[in-house]
């Protein structure tokens, strides 16, 4: 029987979301061939830190033709959720804008959409790339 995801809570689907995006990320590093645990780390904070998923989704909603309104949809229900927790080094606008942008790709990994949530990683990926080589 397949599950509804329809029903469930930005939180959780945050909570999925940060892990799908995460493999992608750390997947991502180890193509490039980096494999030193620190450097890993270092470099991984700059696709999953909260800022870095707020300055990331503020570029997607720049363009309103960039996300469906389906996607849309979720990232506001993760946004808008609300959480007991904040980001150890980001403001709480910041960390519920990154909490939606995980919920957008937590509905995205949990509804098997996987070219679509590849397509926006990749996306994402390029982003900061090329603002750290700029």
Same mark, same amino acid.
């Not at 904040?86 to 519920?96: C, I």
């Not at 949530?117 to 996306?123: D, I, P, R, S």
């Given at each position: 029987?397949?599950?509804?995801? /329809?029903?469930?809570?930005?939180?959780?689907?945050?909570?999925?979301?940060?892990?799908?995006?995460? =493999?992608?990320?750390?997947e991502?590093?180890?193509?490039?061939?980096?494999?030193?645990?620190?450097?890993?780390?270092?470099?991984?904070?700059?696709?999953? !830190? +909260?800022? +870095?998923?707020?300055?990331?989704?503020?570029?997607?909603?720049?363009? *309103?033709?960039?996300?469906? *309104?389906?996607?849309? !949809?979720?990232?506001?229900?993760?946004? /808008?959720?609300?959480?007991?927790?904040?980001?150890? /080094? +980001?403001?709480?606008?910041?960390?519920?804008? !990154?909490?939606?942008?995980? +919920?957008m790709?937590?509905?995205?990994?949990?509804?098997?959409?996987?070219?679509?949530?590849?397509?926006? =990683?990749?996306?994402?990926?390029?982003? =900061? *790339?090329?603002?750290?080589?700029?």
């Open positions: 029987m397949e599950k509804d995801w /329809n029903l469930l809570n930005g939180l959780a689907l945050a909570y999925i979301g940060d892990a799908a995006y995460e =493999v992608f990320i750390r991502h590093l180890l193509v490039k061939g980096w494999t030193k645990p620190n450097d890993l780390h270092r470099r991984a904070t700059k696709f999953v !830190s +909260a800022t +870095a998923q707020a300055d990331l989704m503020q570029k997607m909603l720049l363009d *309103e033709s960039f996300l469906t *309104e389906e996607e849309l !949809s979720f990232y506001k229900r993760g946004r /808008n959720a609300k959480s007991h927790t904040t980001a150890k /080094n +980001a403001d709480v606008t910041t960390y519920r804008i !990154s909490t939606g942008f995980e +919920a790709m937590g509905y995205l990994h949990l509804t098997k959409q996987e070219e679509r949530l590849a397509e926006l =990683v990749h996306w994402c990926i390029e982003q =900061v *790339e090329d603002e750290t080589n700029a």
